[in-house]
């Protein structure tokens, strides 16, 4: 399975940016895909996952804020983020979880927030 991350970039503080993250390869049994990110200094934490079966999951930090989705057709997850604040800086990492190949993680993309 191979990730391929867009749509990071540098916007302003209440700004809006779009995540996009699709997925290639032997794709067989998707349990869950998920955004993570992880800011310098910092451990690498979940923004926010969708399972499946469509039950969603955010850190308490983006509720309200960020909005996950999902494409089954196109294998492609996708992260709404308005609202944006300069915490929310970080290098933001998909991340997908199948039966066959387990966790595989994405390259990574850059998100700056300027206050």
């Known amino acids: 399975v191979q990730l391929v991350e867009s749509g990071g970039g540098l916007v302003q503080a209440g700004g809006s940016l779009r995540l996009s993250c699709a997925a290639s390869?032997?794709?067989?049994?998707?349990?869950?895909m998920g955004w993570h990110r992880q800011a310098p200094g910092k451990q690498r934490e979940l923004v926010a996952s969708?399972?499946?079966?469509?039950?969603?999951n955010y850190a308490d930090s983006v509720k309200g804020r960020f909005t996950i989705s999902r494409d089954n057709a196109k294998n492609t997850v996708y992260l709404q983020m308005n609202s944006l604040r300069p915490e929310d800086t970080a290098v933001y990492y998909c991340?997908?979880?199948?039966?066959?190949?387990?966790?595989?993680w994405g390259q990574g993309t850059q998100v700056t927030v300027s206050s």
């Open positions: 969708i399972a499946s079966g469509g039950r969603l």
């Open positions: 991340r997908i979880v199948t039966g066959t190949e387990g966790i595989t």
């Open positions: 390869g032997s794709i067989f049994s998707v349990y869950d």
